[in-house]
């Protein structure tokens, strides 16, 4: 249902505070719109992503239903060393997504 892109521009050093970009596909329905039927269409939008590296957490958003669909979360890091993201996401339907990257400092 849904893909997660960390994207961090260059090559990050050790000590440099980068811009992390954190794009997750998800539809993010609102829970105000009707179907062609006149029903309405349930709210399913993330309500949780949580942005760890090496197990410590970084970044957490609890996002409403005003949040676009395929929302971009942005956040400064500090580069310490090379290690582990983990990207952690889950919607109001119960799904539920997760993304593993490398960072490679310099």
Do not use: K
């Amino acid at each position: 249902m849904s893909s997660i892109r960390l994207i961090i521009s260059g090559r990050p050093a050790v000590g440099q505070i980068v811009l992390v970009r954190l794009l997750i596909q998800h539809p993010m329905e609102t829970g105000y719109r009707f179907d062609v039927n006149g029903r309405q269409i349930a709210r399913n939008a993330i309500r949780l992503v949580v942005c760890e590296f090496d197990g410590q957490e970084v970044f957490r958003a609890e996002p409403s239903s005003g949040i676009s669909a395929n929302p971009l979360f942005e956040f400064p890091f500090r580069v310490a060393r090379s290690g582990q993201w983990l990207v952690r996401w889950q919607d109001d339907a119960g799904a539920q997504g997760e993304w593993r990257q490398a960072l490679t400092a310099e």
